[in-house]
Structures are given as structure tokens and as C-alpha cells.
């Protein structure tokens, strides 16, 4: 596991985990601990995280060797999963032609400031959600929870991730309100990790991410009705 500060200082506002399921369980519940109650404990003292803090990781997939699969309380702590895959063939070569000799890490600068950072999350928190927005994103994860392929539904912590990022696209789009389509097109990458497979999906080689997409294909978006 890797650990990079954003800043060079005795905490990090930053944290990069790198094939964060390597890691055994009981780092992986040290981590828990940080990402949920904003501290970490070590020797039996507890120390408080500052503000900003946010966590950033990889995983490989669970089939290879020497991977211990993150339980579900973990996962419910990541506000947005992202499949990156393969690249295509130009980009591997655009990786091996830049990174080949050097690292680009080494050069990386800071752009922001920890307490500018602090304010640009202030502001994204007020990004006003209507009733009906509100309300489109409960029906989404009520959804998820009587789908018959999921054994596992979408938790109300996993309802305020998805609400909160699509406040944050709303924002970075120069909106102060947050539309049915943020909702949506986040909906995958916000509740995906979240729900887990019944065994006869599984058994069909279904995709927790495909699922979502379904379930977000059945619910009546606001406005699409008239009201």
C-alpha cells in the first residue's frame, strides 16, 4: 500500500491507496476507521484528522492471488467507483513513450490549497436539491432494494453519497442546483459498489453496474410526466 501526502506536512489531506485490497483486514479496518470517523488510532491513542481529508484507491481484481476482497462497510465509505480497464493501444503507447525513463509523479505541484479546497467543498454542500430531485433519489435506491437480482440494496449512506456527487457535477458544471440527469449519469458509479449480487444474477454473469443502469432505466425521472 502507498501512501502520498498532497502537502508536505505531518498528516495527509490526501491519501492514495494502491491495491488497497492487498492490504490484509486489519489494515483495510484501520482505514475504515479514518475514512468514517475522521481519526486513526495507533497504540491505543486516537489522533484526529484534519479537514479536508479524502481517500483515493486501487484495487485489482478479486479473482488473482493475494487479494482479500473489501467487506461491505468499507465500500460504502467510497463515494464513487470507476471501472479504468485497459487502454486502448494508442494510449498504452502514450504511456510507455512519457513514463518509460521518468515518473510524472515526481513533478506533480500542488494547485490547491487545503483550506481553498475546505471552501470549494462548503460551496458544493449548498448546491441547492429539490424535493423532487430529493425524492428521484430515494425511489432510485428504494429500487435497488426490492430488484430481484440484488441481495443487497442501496443503504441510506449510499443515497447521500449519490446526492452529494451529483451536487458536486452540478457545481463544477457553474450550476447552483442539481438536475435529474446529475442524478443519473452518477447513479452507476455512486451505488455500483454498493449492492451485492443475488446468487442466481451471479450465476448469470451479471454486473452490479449493469443492474444500477437497469434499475435507473425503470424509475420515472421528475418531470417526465409532466409534474
Known sequence: MTWRSSMASSSA????????????????SALLEAMEERQVTVDARTYPLGRPFMVIATQNPIELEGTYPLPEAQLDRFLLRVRIGYPDRRAELEILEQHGARSDLDELRPVITGDEL???MDHVARVHVSDAVRGYVVDLVD?????????????????????????A?????????????????????????????????????HDPD???RAVVATVVVPGATGD
Open 13 to 28: 489531506d490526501w491519501v492514495f491507496a494502491d491495491e488497497v485490497n492487498r492490504a490484509s483486514p486489519k489494515t483495510q
Open 118 to 120: 475546505a471552501e470549494v
Open 143 to 167: 429500487a435497488t432494494r426490492r430488484h430481484p437480482d440484488l441481495a443487497l440494496g442501496v443503504s441510506p449512506r449510499g443515497a447521500l453519497a449519490l446526492q452529494r456527487a451529483a451536487q
Open 169 to 205: 457535477r452540478a457545481a463544477a458544471g457553474g450550476r447552483d442546483y442539481v438536475a435529474p440527469d446529475d442524478v443519473k449519469l452518477l447513479a452507476p458509479g455512486a451505488l455500483g459498489h454498493r449492492v451485492m449480487l443475488s446468487a442466481e444474477a451471479q450465476l448469470r454473469g
Open 210 to 212: 449493469d443492474v444500477v
